[in-house]
């Protein structure tokens, strides 16, 4: 059996409650353990080096000491937590080499809120890659008990999975196919566009909410015009900007979209044969029905 200490980041135990359920449940079906760190911090999204790179480094070696106190990698489903913590991780094993005072001194603010030192004994890894490295997409086929046959599947990675740590172990960063080979192991067809591997315009949603509207609406225009029936992402923030916001979007390019957008997990389990109900796919603001009708669901 796989253990993973979990950190479920803010977002899936907010506003995509949808993930962390989902999670859950193909979690389960797949006999993976998972040990919530329930004591673990925000991992800042990347606004806390704005004011103080030895801040992000602090409180995200304490999120990875403990993981590395249950002697477990820390898993996440956020390609924001994990490229975040993904290079937190980087940069603290690199002191560890070439500059043991800065470790010294983050494990010096950890030891003084009582927390255990960063070591450097564990990994980060994000969902996607724990099912394609750890699990094994042979296992995963076996599993398959609906094969999503015709469903037309494009991939919207997030750019803090791809390009967030300098070495990516398991796909290419720039021509990823993590995503693409999970569709084929579970029957479905995946769609190549564009902007599988850009930005969905989240960061700039807070001041320029037009413009990140726009690149939103041309990710959403390019795969449906390559023919896609739904969004896959391993990314709950892209799943804001880009299904949530979805009727935002069409006001502001002044086109009808109605893309679906589906966390991965949810798609992975239902090919596994979980029911939609048990899903959070009612919770979504764009429809999942035409995609349901599609699989005879």
Not at 230 to 239: A, D, F, G, R
Request: glycine content about 6%; some cysteine; overall charge neutral.
């Amino acid at each position: 059996m796989l253990k993973y200490a979990y950190y479920p980041g803010c977002v899936a135990q907010g506003a995509c409650s949808e993930l962390y359920l989902s999670t859950a449940v193909l979690t389960q079906a797949l006999d993976i353990e998972l040990i919530e760190l329930k004591k673990a911090a925000c991992c800042g999204s990347g606004t806390y080096k704005e004011d103080s790179q030895l801040l992000e480094d602090t409180v995200n070696a304490r999120n990875i000491a403990l993981a590395e106190s249950l002697n477990l990698p820390l898993l996440t489903h956020c390609s924001t937590c994990q490229g975040v913590i993904g290079h937190v991780d980087e940069r603290l094993k690199e002191a560890q080499k070439n500059d043991p005072a800065y470790l010294e001194q983050v494990n010096g603010y950890l030891k003084k809120e009582h927390c255990s030192p960063y070591k450097g004994t564990t990994e980060v890894k994000h969902l996607l890659w724990a099912l394609v490295a750890d699990y094994g997409l042979d296992k995963l086929k076996e599993k398959v008990k609906n094969k999503l046959t015709g469903l037309n599947c494009a991939a919207f990675y997030g750019c803090y999975l791809l390009r967030s740590q300098d070495n990516l172990a398991y796909d290419n960063p720039f021509q990823p196919e993590s995503l693409e080979n999970v569709f084929r192991t579970v029957g479905a067809n995946p769609i190549y566009y564009k902007g599988r591997t850009q930005c969905c315009g989240w960061p700039l949603s807070s001041y320029a909410t037009e413009q990140s509207f726009k690149m939103a609406g041309n990710h959403l225009q390019e795969a449906i015009e390559a023919g896609a029936d739904c969004l896959v992402t391993p990314c709950p923030l892209c799943h804001l900007n880009l299904e949530s916001r979805q009727p935002e979007i069409e006001k502001v390019i002044g086109k009808k979209l109605k893309l679906p957008v589906l966390h991965l997990p949810q798609l992975v389990a239902l090919a596994l044969g979980i029911s939609p109900d048990k899903l959070g796919l009612n919770r979504h603001v764009v429809s999942n029905k035409p995609i349901l009708e599609k699989l005879g669901l």
